[in-house]
């Protein structure tokens, strides 16, 4: 059994971070709420989601798990404006789900879940670089760093006690550094640390970061990134990680 309401700006931008990695995914839900975690395809990033019961304005559910068209899906949810409610029910006989918004009702065929990619295990990471930053400036070091090259580099530096991105092309570099003074908080664990990472799930990702989020980067050396952020004011809380480029010796 599952039947919900939620509002329609908090549903499109719940299921845009999840979209960016993956075309269809598995939905777990239960009394707690909404989940889903992802991998893409090449196993390089990973996304996690979760929505509350209550952050839902109606929600009841026993254990289900679904498996849905997040493309199919996104037409659907895109047709909503973001004041609207959007009314998810799932039809018990026919295993499909019926999915209204101010007058529109559409039935949505799910896909078997078996048949999707196994849900991966978020590792349990203990990385010396902890910081806290709005979304925009991620944003920002990734449009610097497209200019100059296809992959780019977190890192903090413990002696100038800052968080840095980077890029280096064949003739151009590119360097953000953010300091205390810039960020909301910061950690370096008495460490020096970098890892480089594909530019491209990184614009993809923070294309799905709102601007004002506060996200925790947390990086190592030669290890992935995990990126934690909320969503409407922490509604929706999600997790990318992200694994590095190994650079050759």
């Known amino acids: 059994m599952f039947r919900s309401e939620i509002n329609a700006g908090l549903l499109k931008s719940s299921v845009d971070t999840v979209s960016v990695l993956v075309d269809e995914c598995k939905v777990r839900l239960d009394e707690d709420g909404l989940s889903i ?5 090449a196993n390089v990033g990973m996304v996690e989601l979760d929505i509350p019961a209550d952050s839902f304005e109606s929600y009841e559910a026993d254990d289900e798990l679904l498996g849905l068209n997040l493309v199919r899906f996104q037409d659907i949810t895109g047709m909503a404006n973001k004041g609207d409610t959007v009314v998810m029910e799932l039809d018990e006989e026919t295993r499909k789900l019926l999915i209204r918004i101010d007058g529109l009702r559409y039935t949505l065929s799910l896909i078997d879940p078996d048949s999707i990619h196994q849900e991966p295990n978020v590792p349990d990471l203990d990385l010396p670089g902890n910081v806290v930053l709005p979304g925009r400036e991620i944003r920002r070091g990734v449009k610097a760093a497209g200019m100059v090259s296809d992959h780019m580099a977190f890192g903090v530096s413990d002696d100038e006690e800052s968080f840095y991105m980077s890029a280096e092309g064949d003739t ?6 953010l300091r205390e003074d810039d960020i909301i908080e910061l950690e370096t664990g008495g460490e020096t640390a970098q890892s480089l990472f594909s530019l491209d799930y990184l614009d993809s990702m923070a294309k799905a970061i709102p ?6 980067v947390e990086v190592g050396d030669d290890y992935p990134v995990k990126m934690n952020f909320e969503i409407s004011g922490g509604e929706a809380k999600v997790t990318y990680l992200l694994a590095p480029r190994i650079e050759n010796e």
């Open 211 to 216: 601007n004002d989020a506060q996200v925790e």
């Open 37 to 41: 975690k992802a991998v893409d395809p």
């Open 172 to 177: 151009d570099d590119v360097r953000v550094d």
